[in-house]
């Protein structure tokens, strides 16, 4: 007479089973946190970096249309930057708008800014202002970027028309920059000024 043996699950096997089970899904959880908490990471880091960069262009472009010798004209005529170099929050152009290459602030030449709010972290522009100080904005006045923790702008007519503008951006001002949840961008260029004239 043949027996037949019942094949059965003992506990310990069930144990190791569900074990290997959990190991494999925190696995998976564990892959899935890290592949969203860099995603983000990564969003946030191009914002930033889309923000400063366009900044910089918007500047860049703005430069071109300058006009004007700090020699000839004195110092502060034609890049006019407040309070100082390290800790800028306004940067203004007197710029070229009739397009004749002549400096002429009573036939429609006039002065743009740039403005660094410390305490919002806003940059924005002005695209019409009567003088350097631009205390009050005369045309339409537009926010470039958001999350701005530095402006630096220098100047150097010695040696030639240039500029140097650096703009510092982070995720969230308020926290500490440069890190893993709240990334920063620094980035900087230097600027020829073709327009400048004696005339």
């Known amino acids: 007479m ?58 860049t472009k703005s430069a071109g249309n300058s006009i004007g010798n700090e020699t000839v004209y004195g110092s502060n005529t034609t890049i006019y930057i407040s309070p100082d170099s390290t800790n800028t929050t306004t940067l203004s152009f007197f710029t070229d708008t009739n397009g004749n290459g002549l400096r002429n602030p009573d036939a429609g030449d006039y002065w743009i800014r740039y403005s660094l709010n410390t305490t919002s972290h806003d940059l924005s522009y002005c695209n019409q202002c009567a003088d350097a100080d631009c205390a009050v904005c005369s045309g339409t006045e537009e926010v470039l970027a958001q999350g701005i923790t530095a402006f630096s702008v220098t100047k150097d007519f010695s040696q030639g028309n240039y500029m140097n503008v650096t703009i510092t951006g982070c995720w969230d001002p308020a926290l500490t920059c440069n890190t893993s949840s709240n990334p920063g961008m620094a980035m900087s260029t230097t600027l020829t000024l073709p327009s400048l004239s004696t005339n």
């Open 2 to 59: 043949m027996f037949s043996r019942l094949k059965s699950v003992t506990f310990i096997e069930l144990m190791i089973a569900v074990i290997l089970l959990a190991v494999i899904i925190l696995g998976i959880n564990n892959i899935d946190i890290f592949s969203r908490r860099h995603l983000v990471s990564a969003d946030q880091r191009a914002k930033v970096q889309n923000d400063v960069s366009r900044s910089l262009e918007h500047i």
